[in-house]
């Protein structure tokens, strides 16, 4: 059997067509490639199950489909950046052997453009066109980037309609910030909750009761030290839900964990927390608000540390540049990266207008020294924002040293992180090192910390005179 005498319209591969017997595990960019080029051009079929060039039927029984289709979800989501919109169906046939199934994708030209392929960190910008897939041109790349709507995310028309009773939690959220008043329908119509036709908007599904899928996914974890260098990890928890569970779920997981403690005044006694409610709850909102839902396989990153609370949040700054480590937080312009997103988020009184959620940070840390002044910094691909743990009496680490980020020390210590960071910039003798670190020129700071950066690469060591000196290796780290 051939594929035209199940689905009607077909042809020969041409830009907007193609066939796949099998997935090749083997060479996932060959048709992972085609997938990026028809949503980078104007839209294209892409048929699995069916052999190539003759469109004749090889299918699959019911359990290899499903198995197929699976597999072809989690190699796009891992590997094309922002993820097409894309419909999956499930196409049957009888054969001799019983039924049988092959799977049908539809790819639409894609809102936001280009995507981006990256499979072994090397990122690629594929086209289709005259039935082939080829490395975009520089000028179509140039095209793409001028034509692309910009849309965001979350405005993108979904096709799940509106039903208001899939909302329950959303609307008691709405009443514990508004003293009881209920989220009324005419608002959600006027902010573009659903368009004219009934369906939601990307954003509005991610507030449903059930949303079961990833674009709110969070990871929080504790680590015993001061950086994720070490191997001593206390707990990772992950967790996906609505909107509002996420929030929830973030708020718990801290304060659960953050440490208290209690200073004496001239006649009072003040309990302090770790991290005030207020500039943590910025901190959340902030991060579930700014996201950028466009980057599948990403999830929000909570981490405590010794020292700090860090709230990351997939995306840089939306239509910014990359920032480095800085403490001026009111100087930072926000820019809303999910306009349906905020707006229901400011409705619920939880995040103003305005934008003046760093403002509050900063007002809930303004009696707090310098070592305990909030930060954010920034890349392409995230934002963080670092809240010091107000009980933690040495503050974060010295700020003329630079923040680095390294893969795991094989018997690493805590001290790794702030050993880097210092012997970055220069090479340090070992009486600097432990007069830095607050510790003793012992055995263990030279063998156990820095013999053990030394084998595994990540110290650089060298004589002068009879001077040890240890200098950080630049290739196995990276300054944030």
Known sequence: MYLEEIVKNVQLENDKFECKSVLNREDVVGWLKSIAGFANATGGDFYIGVEDKTNKLIGFDRKGADNERNYFNNQVNEHLTPRPQMKISFVRYEAKSGERFIIHVSIPESVVKPIILKYKNIPSIFMRRDGFTNGATYEEIIEMSIKSRNTQYDLLVSDIPYEPEQFSVLQTFYQEHNNGKELKEKFLKSIGFYNEEGFLLNGAVLFKDDYPGSKTGVQCSVFAGFNKGSERIITINRFQGNVIATIQYMMDFVNQRMNHSMIK??????????????????????????????????????????????????????????????????????????????????????????????????????????????????SSDHFTLVLPDLTYENGVEDSKVPVLTFAPVPGGTEMDEKVLS??????????EIAEYLKVSDSTYLRKNVLGNLEKNGYLEKSRLSRAMFYKTNPEMVEIV
């Open 265 to 378: 005044l001239d006649d009072v006694r003040k309990n302090i927390d770790s991290y005030p409610q207020r500039a943590l709850f910025e901190g959340v909102i902030n991060a579930v608000a700014h996201r950028d839902y466009y980057l599948d396989g990403t999830q929000i990153q909570v981490d405590m540390f010794k020292d700090r609370l860090e709230i990351s949040s997939p995306g840089g700054f939306y239509r910014g540049e990359k920032l480095g480590k800085t403490y001026d937080l009111s100087g930072i312009i926000s820019k809303r990266r999910n306009e349906l997103i905020s707006s229901i988020l400011v409705a619920c009184n939880v995040m103003e207008a305005a934008g003046t959620g760093f403002d509050k940070i900063i007002e809930e840390y303004k009696e707090a020294d310098e070592a305990h002044k909030p930060y954010i910094y920034s």
């Open 422 to 431: 210092f012997c970055y910039h220069q090479a340090r003798k070992v009486s």
